[in-house]
């Protein structure tokens, strides 16, 4: 049976007659691509969004052309002139994208050389679209990582204020997610303060190790002109130029960083998610989100559904894929420049997107919620959480070793569990029955607030110190 096609499928035929290849490089070739060919090759539905740094970089080139002397100065004024029309027409919608021009940089280049004419052409003197596309590339990275960095700012700015608010108020603490020993909400909100802290630190490893620029590489080789690259490194706001001309077109480590980056911070994002989604369950109970973080249900009219935690908890997911597409595109890739390349924008650009909408979105559920205190202290007593404290207590005041003091601990949770009471409620003869030297003085240690209160080391959850964390967190990153 022959199959027809669709009106989707693609033929694979010439796209034009004779002499119709890309003006701006087909010099040698006789008819245009196929339409698969010109479809699987044009990049301009997405690398438009490179329009403004690709417009920046050549200014800086056109300047620097001038300054060495191999454009004149009337000429590179006419270019920075028709280049700055361009990024109007541009941002004003007025710009009429070409995907025969396949790409941004061809786009701008063949506009300008409507406004200003065959000087235009001077503009790709000494460079080539594989320099410029890693410096856009660059410049774009290092755009949202520092966006970014502003927004980690922000939220570890609205932690810390809830921290400061709750810096006393006890809820349980887990692990497994079954009750532990209790901690302060205040502790637990500036843990996520240091975890974000450190996404901040790699941010800024990040634009320290990308502070490089890579234009006047070329296409692999350098070049013969007499070109000044350290001139528009200082012009596009770098410390230097690349030291390798080859590795300058052929590196994207800032771009994998940045993915990297953004995939360790979107899984702080997403188990505090969770923890949020966990927390406003009617199980817990601990936490509420206005409307203004929450949704409905279709059919079910009882409902208020924590939907911003859930997507930011499945973004995750996205970001991740973004990172490894991008190492699985670039890990047999040999020097220099390959068409490979251009699938590294894509990932990037949406895993930026979804960093800093996350980032919005978890610091606004921050600033949101209301904490119901009551709750949290009433469950934080639940499942023997004191125990420990008992055990260090027989270390203390008996001397004993702490693997005997965790034994005879034990006997007596089951005392107590076997009662259906709380430590604090067992009768201090059912315990001496299992330590005949405990006293009295057991029950100063066996209440949560008590257990919170008596954990002081630095680091621990005493709201003494959850304050002191505050105090040296303001100071540190805001």
Same mark, same amino acid.
């Given at each position: 049976m022959k199959i027809k096609p669709?009106?989707?499928?693609?033929?694979?035929?010439?796209?034009?007659?004779?002499?119709?290849?890309?003006?701006?490089?087909?010099? *040698?070739?006789?008819?245009?691509?196929?339409?698969?060919m010109?479809?699987?090759?044009?990049?301009?539905?997405?690398?438009?969004?490179?329009?403004?740094?690709?417009?920046?970089?050549?200014?800086?080139h056109a300047g620097m052309l001038a300054i060495v002397g191999i454009i004149s100065s009337a000429e590179a004024d006419a270019i920075i002139r028709g280049l700055k029309k361009i990024q109007q027409e541009i941002e004003l919608g007025a710009f009429v994208f070409k995907e025969s021009l396949e790409d941004i940089h061809m786009n701008i280049e063949a506009r300008l050389a409507e406004l200003i004419g065959d000087t235009a052409g001077k503009l790709h003197t000494a460079r080539s679209r594989n320099d410029q596309v890693a410096l856009d590339f660059r410049l774009y990275v290092r755009d949202a990582a520092q966006s970014v960095e502003v927004l980690l700012s922000t939220l570890q700015a609205a932690l810390i204020k809830r921290a400061e608010e709750y810096a006393v108020s006890v809820m349980p603490g887990f692990t497994h997610l079954q009750s532990a020993q209790p901690v302060t909400l205040g502790h637990h909100l500036m843990a996520y303060v240091e975890m974000f802290g450190r996404d901040r630190g790699r941010v800024q490893d990040l634009l320290a190790r990308m502070n490089e620029c890579p234009l006047g590489a070329v296409a692999l080789a350098g070049t013969s002109f007499p070109i000044d690259?350290?001139?528009?490194?200082?012009?596009?706001?770098?410390?230097?130029?690349?030291?390798?001309?080859?590795?300058?077109?052929?590196?994207?480590?800032?771009?994998?960083?940045?993915?990297s980056a953004a995939s360790v911070s979107a899984i702080h994002m997403s188990r505090f998610s969770e923890e949020l989604v966990l927390w406003s369950s009617a199980p817990f109970g601990f936490?509420?989100?206005?409307?203004?973080?929450?949704?409905?249900?279709?059919?079910?009219?009882?409902?208020?559904?924590?939907?911003?935690?859930?997507?930011?908890?499945?973004?995750?997911?996205r970001i991740i894929g973004a990172l490894n597409a991008l190492l699985v595109t670039m890990k047999g890739l040999p020097l220099a420049y390959n068409k490979d390349m251009q699938e590294d924008k894509e990932p990037v650009f949406d895993?930026?997107?979804?960093?800093?909408?996350?980032?919005?979105?978890?610091?606004?559920?921050? *600033?949101?919620?209301?904490?119901?205190?009551?709750?949290?202290?009433?469950?934080?007593?639940?499942?023997?959480?004191?125990?420990?404290?008992?055990?260090?207590?027989?270390?203390?005041?008996?001397?004993?070793?702490?693997?005997?003091?965790?034994?005879?601990?034990?006997?007596?949770?089951?005392?107590?569990?076997?009662?259906?009471?709380?430590?604090?409620?067992?009768?201090l003869a059912d315990m001496q029955k299992i330590e005949r030297r405990i006293t009295k003085d057991i029950y100063a240690v066996l209440t949560p607030?008590?257990?919170?209160?008596?954990?002081?080391?630095?680091?621990?959850?005493?709201?003494?110190?959850v304050k002191e964390a505050i105090k040296i967190a303001k100071e540190k990153y805001l």
């Open positions: 669709t009106k989707h499928t693609i033929k694979h035929k010439p796209t034009a007659k004779r002499n119709s290849a890309n003006p701006m490089w087909g010099g *040698q070739f006789a008819s245009g691509p196929a339409e698969s010109a479809k699987i090759n044009a990049s301009i539905a997405f690398d438009k969004k490179l329009y403004a740094q690709d417009i920046k970089g050549s200014i800086a690259r350290k001139l528009t490194a200082r012009t596009l706001g770098f410390a230097a130029p690349m030291a390798n001309s080859l590795d300058a077109v052929s590196d994207r480590d800032f771009a994998i960083e940045f993915l936490i509420k989100l206005s409307d203004l973080f929450s949704s409905g249900s279709s059919i079910m009219p009882q409902k208020r559904n924590p939907d911003a935690a859930e997507l930011v908890r499945g973004k995750t997911g895993a930026a997107l979804q960093w800093q909408l996350c980032l919005s979105a978890m610091t606004g559920m921050v *600033q949101d919620f209301t904490a119901n205190t009551k709750r949290m202290q009433s469950m934080a007593g639940e499942g023997y959480s004191t125990a420990t404290d008992l055990a260090d207590w027989l270390v203390h005041k008996c001397k004993m070793p702490f693997r005997q003091a965790h034994h005879i601990t034990a006997k007596i949770v089951k005392v107590a569990s076997d009662k259906k009471c709380t430590l604090y409620a067992l009768p607030e008590q257990s919170v209160a008596s954990r002081t080391s630095f680091g621990g959850t005493a709201p003494v110190r």
